[in-house]
T-cell receptor, first 112, second 114 residues
Framework: GEDVEQSLFLSVREGDSSVINCTYT??????LYWYKQEPGAGLQLLTY?????DMKQDQRLTVLLNKKDKHLSLRIADTQTGDSAIYFC????????????FGAGTRLAVHP | DTAVSQTPKYLVTQMGNDKSIKCEQN?????MYWYKQDSKKFLKIMFS???????INETVPNRFSPKSPDKAHLNLHINSLELGDSAVYFC?????????????FGEGSRLTVL
């Protein structure tokens, strides 16, 4: 089936780490993504991971993939107020033209 | 320069009316999409066109009709609008030469049906 699930809300203090979690259902997904949506804007690709990787690090972002449990997480170190946004997990379904299945998004609120 | 632009940004209309949303991309991409984001932020694909050819058509009511006059434009026409059509509609584009699954989104068109 096509289903991506995320918790809807996360609140963190500025300077702390944020961890956003996601579960997906299609074990054949080759790529998994994190997109960021700022208020009033469209989604932007933040980072992605190929399914044969367990971890990917990109500056303050760390993506962890547990393929056995179909679990993906995004860790943001030293979270800043500018990181406040909605973060969408997405999986790529093979066999089609870039068919991405998105989760409902996790709203990250960063407070001082 | 805006890469993926949609018009109008806001649209308020009565039930039963017909309306269109336009999308243009200047990235030279060959694939374009319409996504619908409802009030709970669920983002669902509706349609995808590759070089003016319809390649993805999810279970969308046939009141929704996409049209792609050329590969840089993808418009969405909606007939007989219903309350449940209220949502933010996002246009997006992608290229086979970019990262697999990297979509470039417009800013969205917020449709409110009264």
């Amino acid at each position: 089936g096509e289903d991506v699930e995320q918790s809807l809300f996360l609140s963190v203090r500025e300077g702390d780490s944020s961890v956003i979690n996601c579960t997906y259902t299609d074990s054949s997904s080759t790529y998994l993504y994190w997109y960021k949506q700022e208020p009033g804007a469209g989604l932007q690709l933040l980072t992605y991971i190929f399914s044969n990787m367990d971890m990917k690090q990109d500056q303050r972002l760390t993506v962890l993939l547990n393929k056995k449990d179909k679990h993906l997480s995004l860790r943001i170190a030293d979270t800043q107020t500018g990181d406040s946004a909605i973060y969408f997990c997405a999986e790529y379904l093979s066999g089609g033209y870039n068919k991405l299945i998105f989760g409902a998004g996790t709203r990250l609120a960063v407070h001082p | 320069d805006t890469a993926v632009s949609q018009t109008p940004k806001y649209l308020v209309t009565q039930m039963g009316n017909d309306k269109s949303i336009k999308c243009e991309q200047n990235l030279g991409h060959d694939t374009m999409y319409w996504y619908k984001q409802d009030s709970k932020k669920f983002l669902k694909i509706m349609f995808s066109y590759n070089n003016k050819e319809l390649i993805i058509n999810e279970t969308v009511p046939n009141r929704f009709s996409p049209k792609s006059p050329d590969k840089a434009h993808l418009n969405l026409h909606i007939n007989s609008l219903e309350l449940g059509d209220s949502a933010v509609y996002f246009c997006a584009s992608s290229s086979r030469t970019s990262v697999v699954g990297e979509l470039f989104f417009g800013e969205g068109s917020r449709l409110t049906v009264l």
